[in-house]
Structure formats: C-alpha cells, structure tokens
C-alpha cells in the first residue's frame, strides 16, 4: 500500500495570505487527488492531479485559488491563495493504489488549516 | 457527484454485528461499491469493494443486491475502535474519481 505524507500537518494563517501544501508519495502513482474536508462535513474533491498534465478542477475550485502542481510521479502541491476564514478546513491527499490494482484509494493524514 | 444515500447515524453495542446500508439505485453496469471508513481526525481508510458479489475481508463483509441497487456492509463483531463515519462509494473500477457522500456515522455503544 502506498504511504503518503503531507505537510505540514497543520497551520494558523492570516487573512489574505496563501499556503502550500506539499504530498509526498513513496511509490510512482498517475493520479492524484486532493480533497476539503470542512468542520463536521465530507469530503469534497477539488481537482484531480495528473504528471505532466494541467490538474482538471471539480465544480466550484478555480486553478487561481487553488492552483496544483505535479512536477513528478511522487510529488504534488496544492496552494490555498488569498485565504479567508472560510478556507479553514482539512486539505487531504490521496492516490490510487497501483500495484495490486485493486482501484482503492490511499490518503495521507491531512493537514489542518485554520485562517484568522 | 455522490450517487449514494446512506443513514446519518446509527449505534450498535460493542461485540454485536453493525450493518450499514447503502442505496446507490442509479449505479451503472461497470461501477464498483467501496467502503471507506474515516475515525476522527484521520485520513479515510479503505475497507473492502465489489462488483455484484459479495465479498469478505479481515475487516468487514460487503452483501450487494442482486439488482445492485444497494448495498450492505456487515462489521461481524463492532469494537469501541470501529466508532467512525462509514462512507459508501459507487465508481468505475480504475481512473476515476471518487465522490464522497455524507456517510453514516456509527457509534459503538460499550
């Protein structure tokens, strides 16, 4: 099973700042995925990140706001720009699992931000 | 978009099977039913998937309908560890995205 690590796992920013966040694969994997996950609600997938390709955006995520990176099989970036208070949540990871081909999806531990 | 209702809440007393019903009436022929678990503060965790037949892992059983249209996920015997929000997932097998629905939160009763 993939693991994969997230930092950082949590953060306290200020209005108007933007944060980066980094997801660190231990395998080679094609997709990427990044999710939000409010207070007390479910996952909602923001965009889909493959290598060498533009991330596609779900309904209601624009690249300017949330703009991803994909420099390699094992890497992403997901920045939160312009943050307000309604940006607080967990911003989680996640990969498909490729070696047994199963389709299960593997998540890192999220990280928690919190803006003022 | 999610594609499946699920309880919001349900309680089950420690050593007791819990069962957690999915409907997904509007599943296509190539998708797949997963089951994913999420305990507080932690990343989901996958717990098993099917087709149209049932299957059983170390963790839970999967019981699908024979018309697919809805699904049952059976913990044998619950444990106060197995308190998480229990998510239902219908997707095509590989290379698509997954969409979470509100799941059902079950809380094992000592």
């Known amino acids: 099973s993939a693991v994969i690590s997230q930092k950082p796992s949590r953060d306290i920013c200020q209005r108007g700042t933007s944060l980066t966040i980094q997801c660190q694969v231990d395998?080679?994997?094609?997709?990427m995925f990044w999710y939000r996950q409010q207070p007390g609600q479910s996952l909602t997938l923001i965009a889909t990140?493959?290598?060498?390709?533009?991330?596609?955006?779900e309904s209601g995520f624009v690249i300017d706001k949330f703009p991803i990176s994909r420099p390699n099989l094992t890497f992403s970036t997901l920045t939160v720009s312009n943050m307000s208070p309604e940006d607080s949540s967990i911003y989680l990871c996640?990969?498909?699992?490729?070696?047994?081909?199963?389709?299960?999806?593997?998540f890192g531990e999220g990280s928690r931000l919190t803006v003022l | 978009d999610a594609k499946t209702t699920q309880p919001p809440s349900m309680d089950c007393a420690e050593g007791r099977a819990a069962n957690l019903p999915c409907n997904h009436s509007?599943?296509?022929?190539?998708?797949?039913v997963y089951w994913y678990r999420q305990i507080h503060s932690q990343g989901p965790q996958y717990i098993i998937h099917?087709?149209?037949n049932n299957e059983t892992n170390e963790m839970a059983s999967l019981i699908i309908t024979e018309d697919r249209k809805s699904s049952t996920l059976i913990l044998p015997h619950a444990t106060l560890r197995d308190t998480a929000v229990y998510y239902c997932?219908?997707?095509?097998?590989?290379?698509?995205?997954?969409?979470f629905g509100t799941g059902t939160s079950l809380t094992v009763i000592p």
């Open positions: 099917g087709l149209k």
């Open positions: 509007t599943i296509s022929g190539n998708e797949y």
């Open positions: 395998s080679q994997v094609t997709m």
């Open positions: 997932i219908v997707r095509p097998y590989t290379g698509n995205q997954f969409y």
């Open positions: 996640s990969v498909e699992e490729q070696s047994t081909g199963s389709g299960e999806l593997f």
């Open positions: 990140a493959n290598q060498g390709s533009e991330a596609t955006y």
